[in-house]
């Protein structure tokens, strides 16, 4: 006799397996029946789904983009994730479209330099311009014990490591830390 499911020969009546037979007796009697359509290829689905698996994985290429636009979005704007205007996580557009997460590790960067400004006295140290975040820079007093650029670094600022590298500099305005560098350049 052979088995009703995968056709190898066996010695009981109906199948060669208990996996043969729950094969068998679910497709027979589903336990959620199929109640929705495929909205791409209108196959008989269940509801809690909008596509069938053949068109999931790709297997209908036409209807993809049509499956990308209903799964994948940026979560902070929604906008439909495209291969422009999102990067890639190994085989998925990853959870935020470009300018979302540019925007996002903007604020972060910002927001740590806010925090290293406040510890060097929110001013420049020789002529104590504060007002613009974007004017103030950090300068090294000693270069030769710089371990790294603090503006490389602004995102760890909560590390140790961090503030004792601040530690080593004094929070200038731009044009005072142009001067620092090239004293020799004077207009006179």
Excluded: W
Aim: with cysteine.
């Amino acid at each position: 006799m052979n088995c009703k499911v995968c056709q190898k020969e066996t010695l009981n009546a109906s199948y060669c397996s208990s996996s043969c037979s729950a094969k068998d007796n679910n497709s027979k009697h589903p336990k959620r029946k199929l109640e929705g359509q495929c909205e791409t290829c209108n196959t008989p689905i269940k509801t809690i789904t909008k596509f069938c698996d053949d068109c999931k994985k790709g297997l209908s290429k036409e209807f993809q983009p049509e499956i990308q636009e209903e799964i994948q979005r940026c979560k902070q704007c929604n906008v439909i994730s495209t291969e422009e205007n999102s990067y890639r996580c190994k085989t998925k557009f990853c959870t935020y479209c470009k300018d979302c997460k540019k925007s996002k590790a903007r604020k972060i960067c910002n927001n740590a330099k806010l925090l290293a400004i406040r510890y060097k006295g929110s001013k420049c140290s020789v002529c104590g311009y504060c007002k613009n975040l974007a004017a103030l820079q950090f300068h090294h007093l000693d270069p030769t014990k710089k371990d790294f650029a603090i503006s490389k670094a602004l995102v760890t600022s909560k590390s140790e490591v961090f503030y004792n590298e601040l530690d080593k500099t004094i929070l200038v305005c731009s044009n005072c830390h142009f001067e620092l560098h090239n004293p020799l350049l004077d207009i006179n």
